[in-house]
């Protein structure tokens, strides 16, 4: 997932953030640059201009820029905060509304006269990093100001946030707003999932390992697990979350991307568009749900007040922002089948939720039972079947679970585990997800961005969902903060399958 491209600097360009004021901007943006910066993987110039309601000079701006680096900075916040400077990065602002032409027509000025001064030769990356509802009105507005315009040979490229849309219908209305002025290869849909380097593994343990393919296929693996847990609440983020919920704020898109990697087909090459085209024939596969069976498939949740490492928290209901009678779930579990020759009849359970017991992402292949136990039980200790275990995170790695003899005069086995850590592997401590996305969107490297139909297709899984959560059919079941979710989700495993989840 690496292009020979990601090794080498952009051409410099101008990065227009629109939200400039905004919390994703002060928090991942301005810090991502500084870290591109001191891996001198800025564009050679960068002119970053802001775009937002606020009324603020160019100097002002800069200082917000610095002071949310220095604020990022892990100690040395005062020689951090001046790198951007110290590479040549330049500072404009534009106060305006997003739905004003005037503001476009101000921001074609300002980068013409930057192309002029400082030669960013009509390069631009627009960051949309403002509310959802503004992705459509900000690509119509520098579609009008004629600022999507690349036949001149310069980049001009959009990145667009999550959430994209509501559901499939709304989704499709903003994917055609946003090609009335741009083509595919020019949008940029973030899913910061794929900027992790374990997520990335996937596809490296997979694809340049020959031991690993052959058993990764209905023929040895009997179920796939799949868990994403948070051990934070929503934070303040309650009246976001009240609109989103667990299936669309990790379902809909770094859930299913993580299981599209899962379970896609060998890539013809590690190039943006083979390994999405794998990707969108993998959630393509995945089989329609069927509403008659989502009672069986599908369990909700939500948190109540419990304790999280020893500290009482609130239930979600008590949350700022959070309706004391909210029906939203916090929690989701649910059996996907993925229909093609690789997976029939391997089901993939998933999970997702927040105020768990800790914050683990993982994917977990369980491997069928041995034919034949050619041993009396009593000389099985706690022997789980075969697992390979991908730590997304925390504490990345691989670990391989097997039977190994124990020590001594009668043949007795128990389970024991091969561990692979990062940390201990590789002394390069990763890129943070926003540096490399940044980066890559310089660069023109697309591989870690999510393509139109991946997103339609990941709308097409969830929308059933959406539909029965809307009409109230699925009920919610509770659980406390600080346990593994709702009783139900474990019935989900035990009942369909037979089996636990795995304890992360
Ligand atoms: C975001 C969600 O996309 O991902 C958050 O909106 C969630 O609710 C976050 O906490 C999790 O990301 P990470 O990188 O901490 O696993």
Sequence with gaps: MTSASSESVAVSAALVVFGATGDLAHRKLYPALASLAERGKLPRRLVVVGVSRTLMSDEDFATEVRNSIAKASNGDAEGRQNVLDQRGAQYHYIAGSFDADDTFRRLGEVLAACDAQYGTSGNALYYFATIPQLFGPVAAGLGRAGLADESEGHFRRIVVEKPFGRDLQSSRQLDAQLHEYFREHQIYRIDHYLAKETVQNILALRFTNTIFEPIWNRRYVDHVQITVAEDLGVEHRGTFYEQSGALRDILQNHLLQVLALTAMEPPASFDANAIRDEKVK??????????????????????????????????????????????????LALELDVDNWRWAGVPFYVRTGKRLPH???????RYKQVPFLPL??????????????????PDEGITLEFAAKVPG???????????????????EQPPEAYERVLGDAFLGDATLFIRGDEVDQAWRIVQPLIDAFDAGTVPLSFYPAGSWGPKEADDLLAQSYGDTWRAP
């Excluded at 005069?409 to 002394?427: I, K, N, T």
Aim: hydrophobic residues 40%; negative net charge; proline residues 5%.
């Design 359 to 365: 914050r683990v992402t993982e994917v977990a292949l």
């Design 409 to 427: 005069a009668s043949f007795r086995v128990r389970g024991v585990a091969l561990d692979f850590r990062y940390r201990l592997a590789f002394a």
């Design 282 to 331: 993998a959630l393509r596969s995945v089989r329609p749900l069927d509403s008659a069976e989502l009672g069986r498939v599908v369990v909700r949740g939500q948190y109540t007040r419990g304790e999280i490492g020893g500290i009482e928290v609130p239930g979600y209901r008590e949350e700022e922002g959070v309706s004391p009678q909210s029906n939203v779930e916090t929690y």
């Design 376 to 393: 009396p039980s009593s000389a099985v200790d706690s022997v789980e079947p075969n697992t390979m275990v991908m730590h997304i995170q």
